[in-house]
């Protein structure tokens, strides 16, 4: 395992979390006023859900307690994601996210990690979101290895 320093350490097989929290209205709202998602599910009175790109901030809570020390002696680059959502997570849900390192490998020089997560609801078992993700975890390139 490579978890408990920096992101960049990250490799197969680490598993993050779970951590679990309770989804607040203020999050909701902070978050879309900040990405303009100004529906009324998201930034009304009553009846808000998750907006589906909030689950960003689930892998920052991840990589917060598997890596306190941050991300690590290069910069991250966040280069793709793709999120299935299942259901809606609405404020006041117990939440809980857990995250697996699927793979890291070298291309055009760049190391790349990929991390899988899941979101569910700790009182329902129900799965709500499956997100991979995708980090260039150095701009710089590094001479591959030669075959």
């Given at each position: 395992m490579a978890t408990g320093r920096?992101?960049?350490?990250?490799?197969?097989?680490?598993?993050l979390g779970p951590v679990e929290y309770t989804l607040s209205s203020f999050v909701i709202r902070e978050y879309s006023h900040i990405v303009e998602m100004h529906h009324e599910c998201f930034q009304g009175a009553d009846g808000l859900i998750m907006p589906p790109t909030l689950i960003h901030l689930d892998k920052l809570r991840l990589y917060n307690a598997a890596c306190p020390e941050g991300t690590g002696p290069t910069a991250r680059i966040h280069y793709e994601y793709d999120a299935e959502v299942f259901a809606p997570a609405r404020v006041g849900d117990k939440l809980s996210v857990i995250g697996r390192i699927k793979d890291r490998y070298l291309k055009k020089g760049r190391e790349y990690v990929l991390l899988e997560m899941e979101l569910t609801n700790v009182e329902t078992g129900e799965l709500l979101v499956r997100y991979r993700d995708q980090v260039i975890l150095a701009y710089a390139q590094k001479p591959e290895a030669s075959a």
């Open positions: 920096y992101v960049t350490d990250l490799d197969v097989g680490d598993v």
